[in-house]
């Protein structure tokens, strides 16, 4: 188990500030994060990892885009004859938007939960995987300041992937 706290000033932190960009004076960021290794089997291995963030401007005001909340458990399971199975589930909290993003009437960009998943083998040299990101489709938003799109930027949802490699 790994607890830390932290606590970090950041001067002149870069922002958007549609048309331009802008220098905050001062940025305060005190943040603490949870990482949790566990193994119950040998064929088993999860973690888990937490962390919160605050995250405000010389005005004690949020930063925008700074998601306060972020957990993350991923598990691997070695299966027999050379498959392994793998899993994350990804929580994102909500955020406070920029005053220029295009849809600042709604407050906050949602959190989001996303699941990926991974089924790998190997043999000798080669492993073979299947990858499949945001498993259920789920989709992540991203604000755009209002001079790039009249959309939020949609991630794309569910991604297949196959992947093989062969060691010599």
């Keep these: 188990m790994r607890f830390n ?7 002149n932190l870069i922002i958007k500030n549609t048309p331009y960009t802008q220098a905050l004076d001062d940025s305060h960021f005190f943040g603490a994060e949870l990482e949790y ?18 995250a405000t401007d010389e ?3 949020d ?16 299966l027999d004859y050379g498959l392994t199975l ?3 589930v990804k929580y994102i909290g909500s955020s406070k938007r920029s005053t220029t993003d295009i849809s600042e ?12 998943t991974t089924l790998s083998y190997a043999f000798k040299n080669l492993t073979a995987s299947l990858i499949i ?3 259920f489709d789920k989709g992540t938003y991203y604000a755009l300041p209002t001079s790039t799109l009249n959309n939020d930027f ?15």
Excluded: C, H
């Design 5 to 11: 706290i932290y606590r970090t000033e950041i001067y």
């Design 37 to 54: 290794l566990f193994t119950p089997s040998q064929d088993l291995d999860l973690t888990l990892f937490a962390s919160y963030v605050e």
């Design 59 to 61: 005005n004690d005001e």
């Design 63 to 78: 930063l925008a885009d700074v998601a306060n909340e972020l957990l993350t458990l991923s598990g691997i399971y070695e």
């Design 86 to 88: 793998g899993g994350l």
């Design 105 to 116: 009437t709604r407050g906050s960009m949602s959190s989001s939960l996303i699941t990926d």
């Design 133 to 135: 990101k945001d498993l």
């Design 154 to 168: 949609y991630d794309g949802g569910r991604t297949i992937l196959v992947k093989a490699s062969w060691e010599f």
